[in-house]
């Protein structure tokens, strides 16, 4: 039997200290081998084409040729993941290089260059190993779509939630902006995102959201109560839960421990969603690496909600959809763009239900 190939990586920062530590903290996994590093957006399109990496770890703030330019044409001429390691003072930043094709990002600990690098070294890492899963493809195909053409409001029916909750990882911010962002006007949901994100990005996330989407939203807070055409998003480093406080189901969040392998949460936020509002409740796994969101949907379904995952022809990352779909309890298995009928109108709208197995 063969040895696995490692992961070639092309390490892009205009810090020289900067591209010596991300560049030391890759190597010290036996899976990953570092082909090159580039100091400008110039010499990382070279070398990008001369060398075809397997990852990119970017750095956006690059003399000559900025980190935008540099994704748009990588992206057009040779098709990479992208990993962007980001200042957390530049979230927005952040979230226009995932539009432009980034699959995924990390924070740095502080914006000047130092040994508090080196605190990403196992989140980087992780994200590192896991992008075999990722399928560039379909960040390609998002990117020659477009902007998703916005729906016309659709009938609801009896069936329609009340209450919709997300989960996803590497791949989700674009997905989840293409559901909402694909909405004429905000149905009467009110919307539970759980986004894996670092602690820092969330909030110019939901901000992002209530910008360019017909849903107000805004980054969730304790005592904040689930309103239609309205989105609550999970903070960074905290799970979002729900409990019944005088007669309102209020948002309540807890503090992440350094046992959890997700922060936030997308089981403990379907499970707690599912305690309060049962059969009203409709759970939608997209996008992302891991399990996180198999228990949770078990928990929707026994609740008497319905569950929806992404299907493989459209995730970035087929992983977390696919853990939910073996869980034996998913009700229809969607492409992205049908998604948002399924939230508008409710399942029993006509919604195929179509590659549901539970292995």
């Known amino acids: 039997m063969s040895a696995v190939a490692p992961i070639r990586v092309l390490v892009i920062d205009d810090s020289a200290f900067s591209r010596r530590t991300i560049t030391r903290m890759l190597e010290r996994s036996p899976l990953v081998e570092v082909v090159a590093a580039a100091r400008d957006g110039e010499e990382a399109l070279r070398k990008t084409l001369e060398l075809r990496p397997d990852l990119i770890t970017l750095d956006l703030e690059m003399p000559r040729m900025n980190g935008f330019t540099f994704l748009r044409l990588v992206m057009s001429r040779c098709p990479t993941p992208v990993i962007v390691i980001s ?79 997300i989960g996803s990882s590497t791949g989700g911010p674009a997905a989840l902006m293409q559901i909402l962002g694909s909405f004429v006007e905000a149905p009467p949901v009110a919307v539970l995102v759980c986004q894996h994100m670092p602690e820092g990005f969330t909030r110019g996330f939901a901000e992002r959201i209530d910008r360019l989407t017909p849903f107000a939203a805004h980054e969730a807070e304790n005592g904040d109560t689930p309103i239609a055409g309205a989105v609550l998003v999970a903070p960074g480093g905290r799970h979002l839960e729900f409990e019944r406080e005088g007669g309102r189901v209020v948002a309540h969040l807890v503090d992440a421990t350094a046992s959890d392998k997700y922060a936030p949460s997308v089981d403990r936020l379907f499970a707690s969603a599912a305690k309060q509002f049962g059969a009203e409740l409709l759970a939608v796994v997209l996008t992302g690496m891991g399990d996180d969101g198999r228990e949770g949907v078990r928990a929707v379904k026994q609740a008497g909600g319905k569950v929806v995952a992404e299907s493989e022809q459209t995730a970035v990352v087929f992983g977390m959809p696919h853990q939910a779909i073996r869980s034996g309890v998913v009700d229809a298995v969607l492409p992205l763009p049908e998604i948002a009928s399924v939230i508008e109108s409710g399942l029993s709208a006509g919604a195929p239900r179509r590659g549901v197995r539970s292995a």
Not at 91 to 98: K, S, T
Not at 110 to 124: D, K, N, V, Y
């Open 87 to 165: 200042g957390r003072n530049g979230e927005q930043d952040v979230f226009r290089a995932l539009d432009f094709g980034a699959v995924d990002f990390i924070g740095k600990p502080t914006p000047r260059a130092g040994a508090e690098l080196e605190t990403i070294e196992q989140e980087l890492l992780r994200k590192v190993h896991a992008i075999r899963q990722l399928r560039i493809e379909k960040v390609r195909a998002r990117l020659d779509a477009g902007p998703t053409l916005r729906a016309a409001a659709r009938q609801r029916s009896s069936s329609a939630p009340r209450v919709v909750a």
